[in-house]
């Protein structure tokens, strides 16, 4: 696992640029709906976020898409978290998924 001291702006910019999963969400320009929620990819400011619309529930979040490149990291310092570290995987990655 490669370590990160931390990813400012540009780095996560570039990051996501050189993931081909992301460019490839960004250019199919792709939403997706299914039993009234929306799903979504937008770039705003050069950093590209996955957006989930919930109508029914009056929700929407907004997420950071998370290159490859730092997905395991980002799960270990979850996990490492005070609160993180009694959790299973599965709600480690509800966490991530609700912070990030």
Known sequence: MERHGG??????????????????????????????????????????????????????????MLPKSLREYVMSVAQDTLTGALLEIRRTKDKVLSNF
Request: charged content about 40%.
């Open 7 to 64: 990813v400012d702006r540009e780095q996560l910019i570039k990051l996501q640029q050189e993931d081909p999963r992301i460019q490839e969400l960004v250019d199919a320009d792709r939403t997706s709906r299914r039993g009234g929620k929306v799903v979504s990819f937008e770039k705003a400011r050069g950093i590209v976020y996955r957006r989930y619309e919930d109508p029914g529930r009056n929700v929407s979040i907004k997420q950071v």
